[in-house]
């Protein structure tokens, strides 16, 4: 669930990474079933947020229709993410890709 290039990372001091939430199975409502899956994710969202307070972390970005968080983490908090396996999919690192060139 940790990716490996996130563990070096951290090692050498603060790390961006993306945390893969781990969403339930399909509850959706058939009604509105976007708006539930943002319920699912946001719940799912702040049940990380929650877990990982009082360790070295700082929210970069969250998203509504995706379940993906992206943190800049220590090794604090990326132990209590190793801790999270009913909430976190994966911790992969941040990639950072400068826009494609124009042709």
């Not at 993306?18 to 509850?27: K, R």
């Not at 929650?50 to 995706?66: D, F, K």
Request: hydrophobic share 50%; net charge positive.
């Amino acid at each position: 669930m940790i990716d490996p290039e996130v563990r070096a990372a951290v090692v050498r001091g603060p790390a961006r990474v993306l945390v893969e939430l781990s969403l339930p199975g399909p509850s959706a409502s058939p009604a509105d079933p976007v708006s539930a899956r943002e319920r699912v994710i946001a719940a799912a969202r702040q049940a990380v947020l929650a877990r990982l307070a009082g360790t070295s972390h700082r929210l970069a970005r969250q998203y509504a229709s995706v379940p993906l968080l992206a943190l800049e983490i220590g090794p604090d908090a990326l132990q209590a993410l190793e801790g999270m396996g009913d909430l976190v999919a994966r911790v992969r690192a941040e990639q950072i890709r400068p826009p494609a060139a124009a042709r």
